[in-house]
């Protein structure tokens, strides 16, 4: 049973575009976001989060959108870069429990130059 | 800057054989977790901690052990390996209980593969 779920395993995109990664998740009391970006043979970092209370938060090139009726949010990359290229998980949280976050499955973005 | 470090990087045990993942942190961080991706999935959490002594379970700890005698270190533990604990293991630290994303910190990983 996903909670958290990234349906495309993976994107193509051209530099200089835009890049838009989506994730749906299923548990309505989840209330904190985050993306993380993970490139081979290393642990995930932190990229940018957005709290239930909001509905969009920017961090240069990266803008997350959350959707809470949907229960959707996405990533956009703008303008995509090929040091862009990785894997980027959505990962969702109810403030209360803290750091125990549920991961989705991961979008591996690939940016062409 | 070592920030959170796992040993051994790469490990191959055959069924039924017990090891343990090392992880330590150099940041005072009271928060301690462990988790596991499988290929094609997101990371699932095993085990974490909220201090020195003090360990619970996350959502996928059946196989696994942990302790935590000190703050700085956050040992799992696997009892008579099986091949569905083939996986990469992550740890991870942060200062904070709160969800704010940049305070947890990961370690490279941990490849085991079970035969």
């Known amino acids: 049973d996903q909670q958290v779920k990234q349906n495309s395993p993976s994107l193509s995109v051209q530099e200089g575009r835009i890049s838009i990664l989506n994730c749906d998740y299923t548990n309505s009391m989840f209330d904190y976001f985050l993306w993380y970006k993970k490139y081979p043979a290393e642990g995930p970092t932190f990229l940018i989060s957005?709290?239930?209370?909001?509905d969009k938060n920017e961090d240069g090139r990266f803008t997350v959108f959350l959707n809470k009726s949907a229960k959707h949010l996405s990533l956009h990359i703008v303008p995509s870069q090929p040091g862009d290229s990785a894997v980027y998980f959505c990962?969702?949280?109810?403030?209360?429990?803290?750091?125990?976050?549920?991961f989705g499955a991961g979008t591996i973005l690939r940016v062409k130059s | 800057n070592a920030g959170v470090t796992q040993t051994p990087k790469f490990r191959i045990l055959k069924i039924g054989q017990s090891m343990t993942l090392q992880c330590t942190q150099d940041?005072?961080?009271?928060?301690m977790y462990w988790y596991r991706q499988d290929p094609g999935m997101g990371l699932k959490l095993i085990y974490y901690s909220v201090g020195a002594g003090i360990t619970d379970k996350g959502e996928v700890p059946n196989g696994y052990n942990v302790s935590r005698s000190t703050t700085e270190d956050f040992p799992l533990r696997l009892e008579l390996a099986a091949p569905s604990q083939t996986s990469v293991y992550f740890c991870a630290s942060s200062y904070s209980s709160g969800p704010s994303g940049n305070t947890i910190y990961f370690g490279e990983g941990s490849w085991l593969t079970v035969v």
């Open positions: 957005i709290s239930s209370i909001k």
């Open positions: 940041m005072n961080h009271n928060y």
């Open positions: 990962a969702a949280t109810e403030m209360e429990y803290g750091n125990k976050l549920v």
